[in-house]
């Protein structure tokens, strides 16, 4: 269940197995969530970090992909039944439904703030950061063209670390010849993080320094300050608020909602409590991989939401299924870190290789050639390179286009006008 890295590929890794697979993904694609915010800043098109699962797997005779979602899960039956009625017997399963946006518990706010986890959400979000350019260009009064010109990113995570990052080099150097009306290097990026630093996840070190990059950027960080409210044109922040038609939301995720319905332990992001060869207890033929499951390391700390877990656990899973095929007991998945990175932008990136800790534009290479070197397919990473030498040579942005409906959801004439703070406390 998913096709995602953790189902992908324990389902290769059972491509010699004596065993029939039912690949189940309500998606036609593999996804290459890394650079997804690629396409949400306009760097990439979709197709380019993309691959249909069944272009994939066309040779692997023993695998059939199955396009729908489940939505109930009984283990003690062995069934799964889809959304359709259908019901699927399985005498083994693998759990691989990832995960999704958290809005700690004020969902209605994700029509306000999209998260970033499908293709969907980044076009999205494309859409409302370019049309925000152009309305403010339309704009005849300063305050709306203000609010207009102002992004907010809320958590500073990786993916909010190179959202921002990415906003602010389109408006000062992509953007700034492109208006009239509008200068568009005075958009003003705000990334919003709850804790003391942005990327939290990473030594403290490379966090003062990716921070320092993103201010070099022109990006306003805002570490320790949580978003108590939002609405439409404003976020507050405590006492504080800041008028923005644009807001994307970076700030957590959550396990599918899936896993709940196993009747497994979960903790409070809603992954499985899975055993030491990544199995349900209490049900060795059920194994739950990549964001679904809660593994802890030998530190007893949880593996971090990132491709090489998934990609190790699925491979680890398809493994252990063939030990019990032939009788033999499961071994224990232990993780092989090979490091972490993001990237702030142009020559900008941290990144944690072999114990090693490594910045800048050496960090930044580092970054480029892993990312294309784990895309699947040849053409997909010719493409990439293309568009990323492209770019780098000329600042521009080769996938510019506003597609769906001209209208921004989260703005309104009024929430864009008031002042978000009657006692004179904006932020």
């Given amino acids: 269940m998913g096709g995602g890295f953790g189902g992908l590929n324990a389902s290769r890794a059972l491509r010699r197995a004596p065993v029939r697979i039912t690949l189940i993904d309500q998606r036609n694609h593999h996804l290459f969530q890394p650079l997804l915010y690629q396409v949400a800043t306009a760097a990439l098109s979709p197709a380019e970090i993309a691959e249909p699962i069944r272009g994939i797997l066309r040779s692997q005779q023993n695998v059939e992909m199955l396009l729908g979602a489940v939505v109930d899960v009984n283990p003690a039956g062995r069934r799964i039944r889809l959304d359709d009625g259908e019901e699927?017997?399985?005498?083994?399963?693998?759990?691989?439904?990832?995960?999704?946006?958290?809005?700690?518990?004020?969902?209605?706010?994700?029509?306000?703030?999209?998260?970033l986890k499908t293709v969907e959400d980044a076009l999205e979000?494309?859409?409302?950061?370019?049309?925000?350019?152009?309305?403010a260009e339309r704009s005849p009064h300063p305050e709306e063209r203000s609010a207009l010109l102002t992004f907010?990113?809320?958590?500073?995570?990786?993916?909010?670390?190179?959202?921002?990052?990415?906003?602010?080099?389109?408006?000062?150097?992509?953007?700034?010849?492109d208006f009239r009306r509008i200068d568009p290097t005075t958009a003003r990026i705000v990334l919003v993080e709850g804790t003391d630093r942005v990327l939290p996840g990473?030594?403290?070190?490379?966090?003062?320094?990716?921070?320092?990059?993103?201010?070099r950027l022109g990006v306003e960080v805002r570490t320790g300050t949580m978003v108590t409210e939002l609405k439409e044109g404003v976020v507050r922040m405590g006492e504080d608020s800041i008028r923005a038609a644009t807001v994307t939301w970076a700030a957590g995720v959550q396990a599918s909602p899936l896993g709940g319905r196993t009747g497994t332990e979960t903790d409070r992001a809603g992954r499985l409590l899975v055993e030491p060869d990544l199995s349900l207890p209490g049900h060795p033929r059920i194994y739950a991989i990549g964001d679904l499951s809660l593994f802890l390391s030998e530190e007893g700390e949880p593996l971090p939401a990132l491709a090489p877990v998934a990609k190790q656990q699925g491979e680890h899973t398809a493994r252990n299924i063939v030990r019990q095929l032939n009788g033999e007991?499961?071994?224990?998945?232990?993780?092989?870190?090979?490091?972490?990175?993001?990237?702030?932008?142009?020559?900008?990136?941290?990144?944690?290789?072999?114990?090693?800790?490594?910045?800048?534009?050496?960090?930044?290479?580092?970054?480029?050639?892993?990312?294309?070197?784990?895309?699947?397919?040849?053409?997909?990473?010719?493409?990439?390179?293309?568009?990323?030498?492209?770019?780098?040579?000329?600042?521009q942005r080769g996938a510019r286009l506003i597609t769906g409906t001209a209208a921004v959801p989260a703005r309104s004439e009024d929430a864009l006008s008031a002042d978000p703070d009657p006692a004179g406390r904006e932020g």
């Fill in 125 to 135: 979000i494309r859409r409302r950061f370019f049309l925000a350019f152009e309305r």
């Fill in 88 to 115: 699927i017997v399985f005498d083994y399963l693998v759990l691989a439904t990832g995960a999704t946006h958290h809005y700690f518990g004020r969902d209605d706010w994700a029509t306000l703030a999209p998260g």
């Fill in 152 to 177: 907010v990113v809320v958590g500073a995570g990786p993916t909010g670390v190179e959202l921002a990052g990415a906003m602010a080099e389109i408006a000062r150097r992509s953007l700034r010849r």
């Fill in 329 to 395: 007991p499961t071994e224990p998945f232990t993780y092989r870190d090979k490091g972490s990175m993001a990237t702030i932008g142009r020559g900008a990136a941290v990144a944690v290789l072999g114990g090693r800790k490594i910045t800048g534009f050496p960090a930044w290479l580092a970054w480029l050639f892993v990312h294309i070197a784990f895309l699947i397919g040849f053409r997909n990473r010719l493409l990439v390179f293309i568009q990323w030498a492209w770019s780098y040579l000329t600042w």
């Fill in 202 to 215: 990473y030594p403290p070190e490379l966090s003062a320094r990716a921070e320092a990059d993103l201010r």
